[in-house]
């Protein structure tokens, strides 16, 4: 009985310590090596999943442009996409630390586009951001404290004939194409 009595315990301090993590924002958590290491790899594994449905909708949209380049539909295409460290044009972020981080999140967007309507809509993120979405993680927790309100979205896309691009924070929502 005393073994089970101090196993609880164990399970119970674990518990306590993983609803307070959860009660952090992102700008509060700090991880170590291990858990941001633990946290790309499933992040990487949820997009190895996701690569078979976004390449058929990235065919979809592929579609709805007939083969003369002519708009016959407009089809939402997304041609890049990166998440981390980055200006407004999609570059690097220069004024973040010597560790930046910036992730292809092109699969990932692609996974997410509306066939049917031909849209990529992500809500904001609150407090959280993107980094609780399917394929992401929390790459804020790379970077010193005041280095993490540059995490941004950068996306280039083509609807019909057109490219355009899109870069928005990590917490703002993201809407594909994007209203006049």
């Known amino acids: ?5 101090s196993q609880c315990e164990s399970q119970k301090e674990k518990l306590e310590e993983i609803d307070s993590s959860l009660l952090m924002s992102p700008e509060d958590q700090v991880l170590d090596k291990d858990q941001r290491e633990t946290a790309r790899s499933e992040a ?36 890049q996409a ?19 981080l910036i992730e292809d999140v092109t699969t990932q967007l692609r996974f997410w586009i509306n066939t049917q309507t031909s849209t990529l809509t992500i809500p904001s993120g609150g407090h959280s951001g993107k980094s609780q979405m399917l394929g992401f993680y929390n790459i804020a927790a790379f970077a010193e404290k005041g280095d993490r309100k540059s995490v941004k979205l950068y996306v280039k896309y083509k609807m019909g004939n057109n490219t355009y691009t899109k870069t928005v924070g990590d917490t703002e929502s993201l809407v594909l194409p994007c209203p006049d």
């Open 82 to 100: 990166y998440y981390g460290f980055l200006d407004e044009e999609g570059e690097e972020d220069t004024r973040a630390s010597a560790n930046t």
């Open 1 to 5: 009985m005393k073994y089970f009595s």
């Open 44 to 79: 990487l594994i949820q997009v190895k999943l996701m690569e078979k449905q976004a390449k058929h909708k990235h065919k979809i949209e592929l579609r709805k442009n007939n083969a003369e380049g002519e708009t016959t539909q407009q089809g939402l295409v997304i041609l």
